[in-house]
């Protein structure tokens, strides 16, 4: 079975053992997450009809719990559960896919077009001689599919590599990894879009083919395209043009997001921190002291150790997925309890993390041996709860209406540590000493002068040693656990930028295909105007402008819809607007001097045409 990070299990698990040990007995305690399978017939609606009916049942007949709170219980769907925060970049891609395919079959319209135009002539002799339109048409048709069908295998057998790149750039929460591979749905599919394109590009070809009169083609020698399809390849180029732009700017907006995020503030210093997840079993440390000192004995054993600077633990682990939950509330008993992260840490936890104390002071060391009734809050509680006065010295009431609960003086506040990921701010934080929550699993971190990996080892024997009855696991550098936060981002980005390179190339040979074969088509033209004393810079001048025009519209049109469409990467992005104008700018710049460099070459080639060969060979 496969974990992905953020469970604090190790990925590789061969045994589970469950066990409660008390958790579930008390109804103030939510901490679970209930599974049930709807029956045949019933909606998700009345379901969730039903489970309401139920909760408003247990906040009557539990009042003294719950008091004048309600009590809610959300049905949600486990496809979307498991898939709802990939969804958007996944969709994403599959339009960043779509594009390219769009650019793909333009492409190639334009080059079947060119195709069947220099064979206007042979067409036209065939059709003279006999052949029907009809049986022009089969034969177009037949080569178009063929060449279709190499180039969908060829393909295929490119995305057996493709998927090993794919799953080696996967972001860490992306859903059901083991299933992802090529199989009949996805051959069926590219089957399908193999034929589509191939069908549509033979009759397409076919059509502009048998279109024209036989007699004017064979007059002109094949000359000129049988039936003249040069508004509809501008009109393909145009198209590519607009949908590359939109792919530039999807990918300029996900460079910069990950450009903000590169120099992100976590509310900690990831940098040389090791972190390994401790469990002691339940039945060798039942006592509370017994938990504290074998927690303290490992701090003291890892402290010795060469090339360790700092280290402490902490439950749980920040950006690790885990959390527990608290409530807590402000003034009187009456009032509606509040919900709080909670953290119990060992000695200099602060220090070792690199989160900054903003006021007050850390934990004596009395005060993580005894239960005492302090604790310290992050700077988003103090903010709500005491927005124009010093946080130091108040109190807060811990587990309101349980027989848990109890008034906590805050002696310290630290800043808040980003610890559910950059898009979301959190809940307010509460971190306690080690007595007043004890645990049995801690994560410790170890700030080292080097690479820390390089003190996994030692330190995993050392821990062992004291006699944990369990595997010390999950040993992860901090930076690690930033970097699974990112990668989605950077699936993204990486994703979004192989699409957008691949879209521009394509635009770029469609857009040189096509002035160069207007320049080839205009050769006669081009000899007239050089004979009849036409500057080489003015020829250059005639062919780019054809080219602006092209590229003009498209990036018209591309700025239209990237400013419409850019609006589905808006769970993507962060610190940067969708229609950000420096990015739209810059990428509208970007691609229109490329372009231009595009056309500038046949345009050259243009202006070195010789007049006296040109009209020779017409």
Same mark, same amino acid.
């Given at each position: 079975?496969?974990?992905?990070?953020?469970?604090?299990?190790?990925?590789?698990?061969?045994?589970f053992?469950?066990?409660?040990?008390?958790l579930?007995?008390?109804?103030?305690?939510?901490?679970?997450?209930t599974?049930?399978r709807?029956?045949?017939g019933?909606?998700?609606?009345?379901?969730?009809g039903? +489970?309401?009916?139920?909760?408003?049942?247990?906040?009557?007949?539990?009042?003294?719990v719950?008091?004048n709170?309600?009590?809610?219980?959300?049905?949600?769907?486990?496809?979307?559960?498991l898939?709802?925060r990939?969804?958007p970049?996944?969709?994403?891609?599959?339009?960043?896919v779509?594009?390219?395919?769009?650019i793909? !079959?333009a492409?190639?319209?334009?080059l079947?077009?060119?195709?069947t135009?220099?064979r206007?002539?042979e067409?036209?002799?065939? !059709?003279a001689?006999?052949?029907?339109?009809?049986?022009?048409?089969?034969?177009?048709?037949?080569?178009?599919?063929?060449?279709s069908?190499?180039?969908?295998?060829?393909?295929?057998?490119?995305?057996?590599e493709?998927?090993?790149?794919?799953?080696f750039l996967r972001?860490?929460n992306?859903?059901?990894?083991e299933?992802?591979?090529?199989?009949?749905?996805?051959?069926?599919?590219?089957?399908?879009?193999?034929?589509?394109p191939g069908?549509?590009?033979?009759?397409?070809?076919?059509?502009?083919?048998?279109?024209?009169?036989i007699?004017e083609?064979?007059?002109?020698?094949?000359r000129?395209?049988?039936?003249?399809?040069?508004?509809?390849?501008?009109t393909?180029? @145009?198209?590519?043009?607009?949908?590359s732009?939109?792919?530039?700017?999807?990918a300029?907006?996900m460079?910069?997001t990950?450009?903000?995020?590169s120099?992100?503030?976590?509310?900690l210093?990831?940098t040389?921190?090791? @972190?390994?997840?401790?469990? +002691?079993?339940?039945?060798s440390?039942?006592?509370?002291?017994?938990r504290?000192?074998?927690?303290q004995?490992a701090?003291?054993k890892?402290?010795v150790? *060469?090339?360790?600077?700092?280290?402490?633990?902490?439950?749980?682990?920040?950006l690790?997925?885990?959390?527990?939950?608290?409530?807590?509330?402000l003034?009187?008993?009456?009032? %509606?309890?509040?919900?709080?992260?909670?953290?119990?840490?060992l000695?200099?936890?602060?220090?070792?993390?690199?989160?900054?104390m903003?006021?007050?002071?850390?934990?004596?060391?009395?005060?993580? %041996?005894?239960?005492?009734?302090?604790?310290?809050?992050?700077a988003?509680?103090?903010?709500?709860?005491w927005?124009?006065?010093?946080?130091?010295?108040k109190?807060?009431?811990?587990?309101?209406? @349980?027989?848990?609960?109890k008034?906590?003086?805050?002696?310290?506040?630290?800043?808040?540590?980003?610890?559910?990921g950059?898009?979301e701010e959190g809940? *307010?934080?509460?971190?306690?000493?080690?007595?007043?929550?004890p +645990?049995?699993?801690?994560?410790?971190?170890?700030?080292?002068?080097a690479?820390?990996?390089?003190?996994?080892g030692?330190?995993?024997?050392e821990?062992?040693?004291?006699?944990?009855?369990?595997p010390?696991? @999950?040993?992860?550098t901090?930076d690690?656990?930033?970097?699974?936060?990112?990668?989605?981002?950077?699936?993204?980005?990486?994703l979004?930028?192989?699409?957008?390179?691949?879209?521009?190339?394509?635009?770029?040979?469609?857009l040189?295909?096509?002035?160069?074969?207007?320049?080839?088509?205009?050769?006669?033209?081009?000899?007239?105007?050089?004979?009849?004393?036409?500057?080489?810079?003015?020829?250059?001048?005639?062919?780019?402008a054809?080219g602006?025009?092209?590229?003009a519209?498209?990036i018209?049109?591309g700025?239209?819809?990237?400013?419409a469409?850019?609006?589905?990467l808006?769970?993507?992005?962060?610190?940067?607007?969708?229609?950000?104008?420096?990015?739209?700018?810059?990428?509208?710049?970007?691609?229109?001097?490329?372009?231009?460099l595009?056309?500038?070459?046949p345009?050259?080639?243009?202006?070195?045409?010789?007049? +006296?060969?040109?009209l020779?060979?017409e």
């Amino acid at each position: 079975m496969y974990l992905g990070p953020g469970t604090n299990l190790p990925e590789r698990i061969d045994l589970f053992f469950l066990g409660f040990d008390g958790l579930g007995t008390s109804r103030s305690d939510h901490s679970l997450t209930t599974v049930a399978r709807l029956r045949p017939g019933v909606t998700f609606k009345r379901a969730q009809g039903e +489970i309401d009916a139920i909760a408003a049942d247990l906040a009557r007949q539990y009042a003294k719990v719950y008091g004048n709170t309600s009590v809610r219980f959300h049905l949600v769907p486990l496809h979307k559960d498991l898939v709802g925060r990939v969804r958007p970049a996944i969709l994403a891609l599959l339009g960043a896919v779509g594009f390219v395919l769009l650019i793909a !079959c333009a492409n190639v319209a334009h080059l079947v077009l060119t195709r069947t135009s220099a064979r206007a002539n042979e067409l036209a002799v065939r !059709c003279a001689l006999g052949a029907g339109r009809r049986r022009i048409m089969r034969q177009l048709l037949t080569e178009n599919l063929l060449v279709s069908l190499i180039g969908g295998v060829a393909g295929l057998f490119i995305a057996v590599e493709g998927v090993h790149l794919l799953l080696f750039l996967r972001p860490a929460n992306l859903p059901r990894q083991e299933t992802i591979g090529i199989d009949g749905a996805v051959l069926a599919a590219a089957l399908a879009l193999s034929l589509i394109p191939g069908v549509g590009l033979g009759l397409i070809s076919a059509w502009q083919s048998t279109k024209g009169d036989i007699n004017e083609s064979l007059k002109t020698g094949g000359r000129q395209p049988f039936g003249g399809p040069g508004r509809l390849r501008n009109t393909l180029v @145009t198209a590519e043009v607009a949908l590359s732009l939109v792919l530039l700017v999807g990918a300029g907006l996900m460079i910069r997001t990950f450009a903000k995020l590169s120099r992100f503030d976590w509310g900690l210093d990831p940098t040389r921190l090791l @972190t390994l997840q401790v469990n +002691i079993q339940p039945r060798s440390f039942t006592a509370h002291e017994s938990r504290w000192r074998f927690y303290q004995q490992a701090l003291e054993k890892v402290r010795v150790l *060469p090339g360790v600077e700092a280290v402490s633990g902490v439950g749980p682990l920040p950006l690790t997925g885990a959390e527990i939950l608290e409530s807590y509330a402000l003034g009187e008993i009456a009032q %509606e309890p509040l919900s709080a992260s909670l953290h119990t840490v060992l000695p200099e936890y602060f220090h070792s993390m690199g989160i900054r104390m903003l006021a007050g002071r850390d934990f004596a060391p009395q005060e993580y %041996e005894q239960r005492v009734a302090v604790a310290i809050i992050d700077a988003n509680l103090a903010r709500h709860a005491w927005p124009s006065e010093s946080p130091i010295g108040k109190k807060i009431l811990w587990r309101p209406r @349980t027989k848990e609960q109890k008034w906590l003086e805050v002696a310290g506040m630290v800043e808040h540590v980003k610890a559910s990921g950059f898009r979301e701010e959190g809940r *307010p934080q509460i971190y306690v000493p080690y007595m007043s929550y004890p +645990i049995f699993e801690i994560a410790l971190v170890v700030r080292s002068k080097a690479d820390p990996l390089t003190l996994a080892g030692m330190i995993k024997r050392e821990v062992e040693r004291l006699g944990t009855r369990r595997p010390v696991h @999950t040993i992860r550098t901090m930076d690690e656990y930033v970097a699974d936060q990112l990668s989605e981002t950077r699936f993204a980005l990486v994703l979004m930028g192989v699409f957008a390179s691949i879209a521009l190339a394509l635009c770029l040979i469609g857009l040189y295909g096509v002035i160069a074969y207007s320049v080839s088509r205009r050769t006669h033209e081009i000899g007239i105007r050089l004979a009849l004393g036409a500057e080489a810079r003015a020829v250059e001048r005639l062919v780019l402008a054809q080219g602006i025009r092209l590229v003009a519209t498209g990036i018209v049109a591309g700025l239209t819809g990237a400013f419409a469409l850019t609006r589905a990467l808006s769970s993507l992005v962060y610190g940067v607007s969708v229609t950000d104008p420096v990015t739209f700018a810059g990428i509208a710049v970007l691609l229109g001097a490329v372009a231009l460099l595009a056309c500038y070459l046949p345009a050259r080639r243009a202006a070195k045409v010789d007049p +006296i060969a040109a009209l020779r060979c017409e």
